[in-house]
C-alpha cells in the first residue's frame, strides 16, 4: 500500500455528501491497492434480523450491531465480492474479530495466515489471505463502524499506521456526509412546513380581513361568493359593527368591478 494513494482516496471521499457513496468509494478505493483481495465497511445501526440472525445467540445487546455496508474485493475464483448479504452482513458488537474492534476501539492487525483469530481458516488458505488488518471508525467518541481489510500480501506496522490514519479520516467523511444528509432532510421538511403554512394563510386570508370558522359566518361567506358574479344589487342588514362594510369589499373584489373604486358612503352625513 502506499501512503499517498490513501491520502488521494482520502480526499476524495471528503467531497461526497452522500453516505452510500462514501462507503462505496471507501472499499473500491482499497482493493485497487497492492494485493488487497476484500475491503469491507460494518456500520453501527439498530439490530433489525434479530430473530434471523445466525449470530443472535452470540449477540450481547440485540438493540445494536454492526451492518455490513459496503464490500468490494474479488475471488481466486472470478467471484466478485460485493455483495453484502452474506453470513456476515449482521455482527454483534464484541463479537468475532470485527465486533471486538468495534467494541475496544482499537485495530488490530493478524500478520498470520496460520492463526488461530480467522474466523474462517478454510477461506484464509483457499483465497490465499496472509494478513488482515481492522481499524474502527471512530468520530468525536462514537464508534461509527470497522473498516476491515483482507491482503494476499504482508501488511506491515507501518501500513497498520496509515489504515489507522486513513480509518480516522473515513470516519469524518462518513460523519460529514450523514451532516449533509440531515441538512438535507430538515430543509425539506421546513419547506414541506412553509408550504403548509403558506396554504393556511392562503385559506385563511381567502376573505381578507374577515376571520372565523362559524358554520353562520361559512355561510355568510358562501353568499358572498354566489352574489359577487351577479350584476344586481345587493342589501346587506345588520347591525352597527357586525361588519356590512367589510361583506361590501369582498363582494366589490370578487365582481367584475373589482377593477374599479370601491366607494363608501356615510350614509347619515347625506342631507334629505
Not at 104 to 131: C, F, H, M, N, Y
Not at 134 to 158: C, H, K, S, Y
Not at 195 to 207: C, I, W
Request: charged content about 25%.
Amino acid at each position: 500500500m502506499h501512503l499517498e494513494a490513501l491520502q488521494d482516496l482520502a480526499l476524495r471521499i471528503s467531497g461526497e455528501r452522500d453516505v452510500d457513496a462514501v462507503l462505496q468509494q471507501i472499499v473500491a478505493g482499497l482493493v485497487q491497492q497492492s494485493g488487497i483481495a476484500l475491503a469491507r465497511v460494518w456500520i453501527v445501526k439498530r439490530g433489525d434480523l434479530c430473530a434471523s440472525c445466525r449470530m443472535r445467540s452470540s449477540c450481547p445487546d440485540q438493540t445494536n450491531c454492526l451492518h455490513l455496508a459496503a464490500s468490494a474485493g474479488s475471488s481466486l475464483r472470478g467471484e466478485p465480492w460485493s455483495r453484502t448479504d452474506g453470513d456476515f452482513r449482521r455482527m454483534p458488537l464484541a463479537h468475532l474479530k470485527v465486533g471486538s474492534i468495534a467494541s475496544k476501539r482499537a485495530g488490530l492487525l493478524i500478520a498470520d495466515p496460520q492463526s488461530e483469530q480467522w474466523a474462517r481458516p478454510d477461506w484464509v488458505s483457499t483465497e490465499g489471505i496472509i494478513s488482515f488488518v481492522g481499524q474502527p471508525l471512530v468520530f468525536r467518541e462514537e464508534t461509527l463502524g470497522v473498516l476491515a481489510v483482507f491482503r494476499r500480501e504482508a501488511i506491515d506496522n507501518q501500513e497498520f499506521r496509515w489504515l489507522r490514519m486513513f480509518a480516522d479520516q473515513a470516519a469524518s467523511s462518513i460523519a460529514n456526509a450523514r451532516a449533509f444528509a440531515e441538512l438535507e432532510r430538515l430543509q425539506q421538511q421546513l419547506e414541506s412546513h412553509n408550504a403548509y403554512l403558506r396554504e393556511e394563510v392562503e385559506q385563511a386570508s381567502t376573505f381578507g380581513n374577515i376571520v372565523g370558522r362559524s358554520r353562520a359566518l361559512h355561510r355568510v361567506l358562501n353568499q358572498v361568493e354566489d352574489v359577487a358574479a351577479a350584476d344586481s344589487t345587493v342589501l346587506i342588514l345588520g347591525e352597527s359593527g357586525t361588519g356590512k362594510e367589510l361583506l361590501a369589499k369582498e363582494i366589490h373584489e370578487r365582481s367584475r368591478r373589482a377593477h374599479k373604486p370601491f366607494v363608501r358612503v356615510n350614509c347619515s352625513a347625506v342631507p334629505r
